[in-house]
């Protein structure tokens, strides 16, 4: 079955310490996304990218980094500078061209130690 | 930019009564999205309607769009316990899929 993986379900993180979430697809989908959800909110926007090798800053990029060196391969870096990390990151990635639902992944929930 | 803004945010119903939830948002947009989210879970796409339609169903679902008041209504029929869960809308306002979503409407069905 096609669809999106997330790993690891569940990540702790140190103090200083860089953490990366997975994301791989197998929809064969051109572009990704990577949400933080805090509770009681809804999904603000970290990255996006539409083509490997190419990605661009959503809304809250600062304290996050990302790569697409794969079409099925969107990882997602917490680094130290991201002060307040907690949070639930979701992957999604939709077709090119307008009006595509996004899929989404079961998420990765990330706690401070 | 967060956009999508669902009203009202908690909703408890029992079962096989309908549950409506509203949504408003600020910009023009291309296409308005419905998504469902099971506590713990990714979320589910259930509807996408266009600007320049007004009515979508889809089972139990049926969706509203009215673009001259920025709204879009999402009703649930004859609700079952298994859609208890959030809700949420998305906006995609530049045609590129990229999507604004709200803060989400919980719902609760009481079998």
């Known amino acids: 079955d096609g669809g999106i993986t997330q790993s690891p379900k569940y990540l702790f993180r140190k103090e200083g310490q860089n953490v990366t979430l997975s994301c791989e697809q197998n929809?064969?989908?051109?572009?990704m996304y990577w949400y933080r959800q805090d509770p009681g909110q809804g999904l603000r926007l970290i990255y996006y990218?539409?083509?490997?090798?190419?990605?661009q800053k959503g809304d809250i990029a600062e304290g996050y980094s990302v790569s697409r060196e794969k079409k099925e391969s969107f990882p997602l870096t917490v680094t130290s500078a991201q002060k307040n990390p907690t949070a639930f990151y979701l992957c999604?990635?939709?077709?090119?061209?307008?009006?595509?639902?996004?899929?989404f992944g079961d998420g990765t929930r990330l706690s401070i130690l | 930019s967060q956009q999508g803004e669902e009203d009202p945010q908690a909703l408890s119903i029992q079962e096989g009564e309908n549950a409506t939830m509203n949504c408003s948002y600020k910009?023009?947009?291309?296409?308005l999205q419905w998504y469902r989210q099971n506590s713990g879970r990714g979320l589910v796409h259930l509807i996408l309607?266009?600007?320049?339609?007004r009515e979508k169903h889809s089972g139990r679902l049926r969706v509203t769009l009215d673009t001259s008041k920025k709204s879009s209504s999402l009703l649930i029929t004859a609700s079952r316990a298994a859609d208890t869960a959030s809700y949420f809308c998305?906006?995609?306002?530049?045609?590129?899929?990229?999507?604004?979503f709200g803060k989400g409407n919980q719902v609760v069905v009481i079998p």
């Open positions: 990218s539409q083509i490997v090798n190419d990605f």
């Open positions: 929809l064969n989908h051109d572009a």
């Open positions: 998305a906006t995609d306002a530049g045609g590129n899929n990229r999507l604004a």
């Open positions: 309607i266009r600007s320049n339609e």
């Open positions: 910009t023009s947009i291309n296409n």
């Open positions: 999604a990635s939709t077709r090119m061209g307008g009006n595509q639902p996004q899929h």
